[in-house]
């Protein structure tokens, strides 16, 4: 089993459109970093815990927001520590992966055996995962005679 830790204030300030959108809601920049998460979760397969972290003030440091189980606040000034410490308690059960470009997490989080990305490797996976094959000869349209032709065609290979 697989947990994804992903450090969030790191994520939402090197991904430009969170940014953007943390300008005007940071609560609206969360819930976007935890929903990235929950999709590259989907598209990944083998990941059944997901952890988002942030940096959060003193109140909120119990821990867990009701109806969010994946966002942790840490105290104000500890976001790292508790993404390390997620990731201790976390790599006992699980192979832990975790999504951070800040140098301090990313070595203390190798110490638990945890595999780390970048934020530009996440956010390529997810975009790369979102592009479609390009439509060939855009425009173009089948003539209704090549329709019946093509129709007739595979009656007579399928026997029917």
Request: hydrophobic content about 35%; aromatic content about 8%; some cysteine.
């Amino acid at each position: 089993m697989r947990a994804l830790v992903i450090d969030g204030y790191n994520a939402i300030h090197k991904i430009p459109y969170l940014r953007r959108i943390m300008d005007k809601s940071l609560m609206k920049a969360r819930e976007e970093i935890t929903r990235l998460a929950r999709e590259y979760q989907r598209k990944t397969g083998g990941i059944s815990k997901v952890c988002v972290i942030f940096d959060g003030k003193d109140e909120y440091k119990s821990g867990v927001i009701p109806g969010r189980p994946c966002h942790i606040f840490s105290g104000t000034g500890k976001g790292d520590e508790e993404v390390i410490s997620a990731v201790r308690r976390l790599s006992a059960e699980y192979d832990v992966l975790v999504v951070t470009d800040d140098n301090f997490v990313r070595n203390n989080s190798r110490a638990y055996r945890a595999q780390v990305i970048g934020i530009s490797k996440f956010k390529e996976f997810l975009e790369k995962r979102q592009k479609r094959e390009p439509v060939k000869n855009p425009g173009r349209k089948l003539t209704p005679q090549a329709a019946i032709e093509i129709n007739e065609d595979l009656k007579r290979h399928w026997g029917i």
